[in-house]
């Protein structure tokens, strides 16, 4: 009782600050249309880290085994948002301002909400059928959306790790050799395409799950 009521309020945790962000997205682009694309991260980027960080907290719920989720598809989808938000938008203020970053925001934000509500009524043993079929299929097409635009987002963001030399190290003698930060972003993009197959094959995996968590029979 004592675990699935923390993981009830970190449930409920999750779903205000990403309905926060969700619906600002939302009033803000009503108010001031397209202009409130450019100022997404300005505006809500603070939360939205805190989002993330908090998230990390799902990986040691598996590993705990509190949380009965596969560890792979959860590490590679928290892993790969982390990095592109700290590493890739966070680093380059030019980056933050572009359209992909809103985009970006907005599908997160949209799976995150439906999420953690259901995760939220799960615990409490309610299975409301619209929203847990919602939760299992929102996922299969708004997923490969969300990689492709991890993957523009970073490939929007080379030419300036390319300009100013952000995470490049060049190491000293006796050392030989040094880190060109663009190269290790292009073979992560590879290593975000494959992670994307994995996190998806567990999305359709989820989908033959019936509304009171029974396994669909074939």
């Known amino acids: 009782f004592t675990m699935n009521m923390y993981l009830f309020v970190y449930d409920l945790m999750q779903f205000c600050g990403h309905s926060w962000i969700f619906t600002n997205m939302i009033i803000r682009f009503m108010t ?5 694309l450019a100022d997404t991260f300005h505006s809500i980027g603070l939360v939205m880290r805190l989002c993330q960080l908090l998230s990390v907290l799902e990986i040691l719920h598996i590993l705990l085994g509190i949380d009965k ?5 959860r590490f590679l989808q928290i892993t790969e948002r982390i990095i592109v938000l700290f590493v890739v938008i966070n680093s380059q203020e030019e980056v933050q301002g572009k359209y992909v970053v809103c985009v970006l925001f907005f599908l997160w934000n949209l799976l995150d ?9 799960a615990r409490m043993g309610i299975y409301y059928l619209p929203l847990t079929w919602l939760n299992f299929s929102l996922c ?33 003698f006796p050392f030989t050799f040094s880190i060109y930060f663009p190269y290790v972003l292009k073979m992560y993009l590879l290593v975000l ?13 989820q989908h033959n799950w019936d509304a009171y968590g029974n396994k669909k029979s074939n």
Request: hydrophobic share 45%; net charge positive; glycine share 8%.
């Open 69 to 73: 989720s596969r560890l792979l598809p």
């Open 113 to 121: 909400v439906v999420r953690y509500t259901y995760n939220m009524l």
């Open 32 to 36: 001031f249309g397209k202009d409130s």
């Open 193 to 205: 395409f494959a992670g994307k197959y994995l996190i998806f094959q567990k999305a359709g995996s």
């Open 140 to 172: 299969i097409p708004l997923y490969p959306l969300s990689v492709l635009a991890k993957g523009f987002a970073i490939c929007v963001s080379l030419p300036y790790f390319e300009s100013f030399g952000t995470y490049s190290i060049k190491l000293p």
